[in-house]
């Protein structure tokens, strides 16, 4: 990505904090980063530790970049984007907004114009530089922006495109919700484990260290998932009765479920934080 362009930071929360960190680690000038934050004392210690600029005033820090991301709680984004937009307006910034749940026709309402947006779904593992962001451009992105936008996002971690907005519902389901599910997982299996006898901390490492070698083979291997568990699972052994315990059990049927009501939770979100929700559907009889 061009040294030379700006980038500002609406809001230094963990996701800003770990994106400009990744950000400079992988050789972009810190010089060329500005952040915001409300609290005098949070913006020294961020300008001292990161070496960046650290404003108090949104609406300055926009009217200097070229890149301004929107990393703040998606109640307070209407109000900012309000606050923002006649600043905007110089320099016709491209905007990547990673609020949850607000819509990309809301921040180009909010803002006033034809703005270039592009709405993430980061997650939590990007704090570690291990995240998975789902990305959704809206028709006033250009090819370069795309661009810009996804050298961002990947200095936390890798990234997709989709076509949709709201196929961004449904990355919500699967990597925004995600690590969530596998700690569940993990919890349960850590438990079992003691509750046959290990202690607590052996229980722990062999879990953890099991999900991230599966997790790992997993990125690496040119055979999906399927295959893989096929691989390990040998006629009329022990992974075998495990894996037919979870399937008597309909665990296929549950994960579904369960996604399925994040995603629709993720829909009916974007609503209440839109001040213009889309119209319900007519019940067909």
Known sequence: MNSNI????????????SLIKGLIASGFPATN???TDPNESKRQSISQTLGIACLEDNASAVAQSDIVVLAIKPQVLQNVCTEVGGAMQQKNPLIISVAAGVRATDIVRWLGGKVA????????????????TGLYANEFVSEEQKSQAENILRAVGITVWVKTESDLDTVTAVSGSGPAYYFLFMEAMQKAAQGMGLSEQAARILTIQ??????????????DCAQLRRNVTSPNGTTEKAIQSFESNRLEDIVAEAMMCA???????????????PPKKLEQH
Do not use: H, W, Y
Not at 12 to 17: I, R, V
Not at 119 to 125: E, F, I, K
Not at 216 to 221: G, N
Not at 263 to 277: G, I, N, V
């Open 117 to 132: 947006v592009v709405r993430c779904m980061p997650n939590t593992p990007a704090m570690i530089q291990s995240g998975a």
């Open 263 to 277: 995603k629709l939770r993720a829909e009916t979100l974007a609503d209440e934080l839109s001040d213009c929700p």
């Open 210 to 223: 099991t999900a991230f070698g599966a997790a790992k083979m997993a990125l690496e291997s040119s055979e």
């Open 33 to 35: 980063i500005i952040a």
């Open 6 to 17: 700006k980038i500002s930071f609406i809001g230094s929360g963990n996701m800003a904090l």
